[in-house]
């Protein structure tokens, strides 16, 4: 084993999101307080049916890949790619070493597009129908594989599928292959989507099945104002709008990041992740569990509760999921809580699911770089048992040095990120 590294940090950021693609138009809309959500086009000529989605819209895949990889991969995958090209372009990484850099990449739902539209034009068309990359185009290591097949890279190649949690894992696990000497680089983060075409339009006739699965299991809320289709921690909040998107990270060792003059945006400082244990979509009531996986991120830090400047909590405006996450902020902050400003993105453009603890991440580096603390837009009337600062209206200018991510998903998936300045205040 070779010697522990002590501190990894991020040097490079990508995102394909609702709010535009790149990381500029990703903060630029949440710091003009931009909702990304519409109408979804699904539910015409369904009358008894509402439904909200926060798609991405201004995609080029061509602007991103070649057309013999366009050909071959699932909108999700590329996605990835145009995000890992772009964290690496920050970073300023003119070359990856091919047995010292690492891929890990988080998804939910990985090609699942493809699948579902395969299984449409069979129906339809017959056997001939379907796209012979069909398979390729399915599995969720996809993006993964393709980020590797990008630069050349023969180092670990993992696809992490925790649900909602899938990128704060895949930036734990990858953080901790670098911390253990097992890596030097590492591009890691995740990606959800691509239901409809590149600009967002619909597909022609086909309609995704689980976007009804998840009406019909409750998950989504009725409500017809855009602005209040998705509100975090309110009282009047009733259920998620599905977005979509890819968020990635460079990771590096300090020392390699030093060694070449790397600017620093931030620091992997801590990370855990447990299971709940309790139930397929609700999380336990009292917020225990997501609690103690927030106490074990500080741990894995050395931080106490008190040195959190702000959480980007995982927030989704679900009644149950908010509930237990407000307690457990309650529990892990104390009295801290009162002085403890917290957010969630979700408000701004749903809930993009695997790719949604990354894009929070990429949130928490500009903050602590200088930039405002996003509002959670939408929400007005503050759930009362969140005796907590949540961020509302406006965006909260705040010198933060350390600040927490959560991110939960069903199966019981916790997980939580521990990131610190790259200048100690």
Not at 102 to 116: D, F, I, N, P
Not at 170 to 193: C, K, N, S, Y
Not at 225 to 248: T, W
Not at 394 to 401: D, G, I, Q, T, V
Request: hydrophobic share 40%.
């Amino acid at each position: 084993m070779e010697e522990r590294v002590s501190k990894v940090v991020i040097t490079g950021r990508g995102a394909v999101s609702p709010l535009g693609t790149g990381v500029p138009a990703l903060l630029e809309g949440l710091a003009s307080n931009t909702v990304a959500i519409e109408e979804a086009p699904w539910v015409e000529g369904h009358d008894d049916m509402f439904a909200w989605w926060a798609p991405v819209k201004d995609f080029d895949p061509g602007r991103w890949v070649d057309a013999k990889v366009e050909d071959g991969t699932d909108l999700f995958a590329q996605y990835a790619l145009a995000s890992a090209v772009q964290s690496v372009q920050e970073a300023g990484l003119r070359d990856l070493d091919p047995r010292r850099t690492a891929v890990v990449h988080g998804t939910s739902m990985g090609g699942t597009r493809a699948l579902l539209k395969a299984q449409h034009r069979l129906e339809r068309s017959g056997p001939h129908a379907i796209d012979r990359k069909t398979m390729i185009k399915i599995w969720p290591n996809m993006a993964a594989a393709q980020i590797a097949m990008r630069w050349g890279l023969h180092g670990p190649q993992l696809t992490i599928c925790t649900a909602c949690a899938s990128s704060i894992d895949a930036i734990g696990v990858a953080a901790q292959m670098i911390a253990d000497g097992r890596a030097d680089v590492a591009l890691a983060g995740g990606t959800e989507g691509g239901l409809a075409l590149p600009d967002g339009t619909l597909d022609g006739e086909f309609v995704p099945a689980m976007y009804f699965g998840q009406t019909a299991y409750g998950m989504t809320t009725g409500e017809r104002d855009p602005r209040r289709a998705s509100l975090p921690f309110d009282r009047d909040r009733s259920g998620i709008v599905s977005g979509e998107g890819s968020a990635m990270l460079v990771l590096e060792s300090e020392e390699h990041a030093r060694e070449r003059g790397a600017t620093v945006l931030g620091e992997v400082a801590g990370y855990a992740s447990l299971a709940d244990g309790y139930h397929p979509s609700s999380p336990e009531p009292s917020g225990r569990w997501e609690a103690e996986v927030m106490r074990e991120a500080l741990a894995d830090a050395g931080l106490a509760p008190d040195r959190v400047d702000a959480v980007i909590a995982h927030g989704t405006a679900t009644p149950k999921g908010d509930t237990a996450e407000i307690r457990a902020i309650i529990d892990v902050f104390g009295d801290h809580r009162h002085e403890l400003p917290v957010t969630s993105l979700k408000g701004h453009f749903g809930h993009t699911g695997a790719a949604s603890g990354a894009m929070s991440v990429i949130t928490a580096t500009d903050v602590m770089n200088g930039g405002a603390l996003p509002n959670t837009a939408g929400t007005v009337n503050v759930d009362p048992e969140a005796d907590f600062p949540v961020v509302t209206g406006k965006p909260l200018a705040l010198e933060a040095s350390v600040m927490q991510i959560n991110a939960f998903g069903f199966g019981g998936q916790n997980s939580s990120l521990v990131v610190r300045s790259a200048v100690r205040r």
